[in-house]
Nanobody
Framework: QVQLVESGGGSVQAGGSLRLSCAVSGYTYTLAWFRQSPGKVREGVAVIYPGSGTAYYADSVKGRFTVAQDNAKNTRYLQMNSLKTEDTGMYYC????????????????????WGRGTQVTVSS
């Protein structure tokens, strides 16, 4: 069984930064960050393969968001810089015990473990 617990959300002004954490229990081959705002579909933001440390990013966050991991703490992080108002939403950590192919990693249907989410609000 895999359990995921997010933390680190909050309110920040545009241009600011936040770091989200995802505490993971159990081993996962693929771990991702998704976000969702009211009335919108859940969007894949960033993905990391914990074994290799290889990361992928949605075009909307490339150059601004970075995924990192602390294997000793079994925690993955999403560092978010240069935040924009459109980054507002509930951020979720998601995982799969299987290796998801890169072409499929930003689709939420490929993940079977989810955290409860942490809210990020970016104001202008």
């Amino acid at each position: 069984q895999v359990q995921l617990v997010e933390s680190g959300g909050g309110s920040v002004q545009a241009g600011g930064s936040l770091r989200l954490s995802c505490a993971v229990s159990g081993y996962t081959y693929t771990l991702a960050w998704f976000r969702q705002s009211p009335g919108k579909v859940r969007e894949g933001v960033a993905v990391i393969y914990p074994g290799s440390g290889t990361a992928y990013y949605a075009d909307s966050v490339k150059g601004r968001f970075t995924v990192a991991q602390d294997n000793a703490k079994n925690t993955r992080y999403l560092q978010m810089n240069s935040l924009k108002t459109e980054d507002t939403g509930m951020y979720y950590c998601a995982a799969n015990k299987a290796l998801i192919a890169p072409a499929l990693i930003l689709s939420p249907i490929n993940y079977n473990y989810w955290g409860r989410g942490t809210q990020v609000t970016v104001s202008s």
